[in-house]
């Protein structure tokens, strides 16, 4: 089993691809859809699920053109089932210059009660972690020892709060209390820039020593 990181759209956002053979799994499939699909088709990969971190326009642009291509259901939390129709609650509609997105609606709605999920012989962990946006998650697939955090943790950085729905506070709790506890090793694969991982993160991420690590 592989992934592969695909930087897409007008922010570069991080998308992963998680595949084996002919069958993949997306996560956040941010833009540049005849990109993404040119990969795919090259990879010979057949797309069986779409699994949103959160509804952020940079990560839903090319939402549909994966849905439509492969019939693949889209998975986000149901804090943000909204944010994939509604370009302001997205974002897109709240930047001059950056077109409005909209997609679909989900095709599975993540409840907090949903703590697994098994997809093309994966199990990966649903993680709530809210604080950049309030129905953000993490999806760990703890065999590989990575989590696709979407826009929680970054390398040297964290996810900015200051869109609708975003609180600094609860993002610090969540990094403190979930990203944080997880082996040093465990690989972050962010939305956006280079990967990172758990351990070098507490050594040199400015928020986090700041934070008490």
């Known amino acids: 089993m592989k992934w592969k990181q695909i930087p897409l759209g007008p922010l570069q956002t991080n998308c992963f691809v998680i595949y084996d053979g002919t069958e993949g799994v997306i996560v956040d499939p941010g833009g540049d859809g005849e990109k993404l699909l040119g990969w795919l088709e090259d990879e010979n990969i057949s797309v069986k699920a779409v699994l ?18 492969f019939e693949a259901p889209v998975y986000i939390h ?9 370009p302001q609650l997205n974002g897109s509609g709240l930047f001059p210059g ?6 679909g609606p989900a095709d599975h709605i993540l409840s907090s009660k949903e703590k697994d999920i098994s997809l093309i012989g994966i199990d990966l962990q649903i993680i709530e972690t809210p604080g950049h946006s309030p129905g953000s998650v ?24 200051d869109l609708p729905g975003g609180d600094h506070e609860t993002l610090m709790n969540t990094i403190h209390e979930k990203m944080l506890s997880l082996p040093d090793e465990t690989i972050v694969a962010n939305g956006h820039g280079p990967v990172t991982d758990i351990g070098k993160e507490k050594e040199i991420n400015p928020f986090i020593n700041g934070f008490g690590w």
């Open 138 to 161: 993490s999806y760990y697939w703890k065999e590989k020892g990575v989590i696709f955090s979407g826009d929680v943790l970054f390398h040297g950085g964290v996810g900015r709060t």
């Open 78 to 86: 149901e804090k943000e089932a909204e944010w994939l129709t509604d």
């Open 98 to 103: 950056i077109d409005p997105v909209k997609a």
């Open 52 to 69: 949103l971190t959160h509804a952020h326009f940079d990560h839903i642009g090319a939402v549909d053109s994966v849905r439509d291509t």
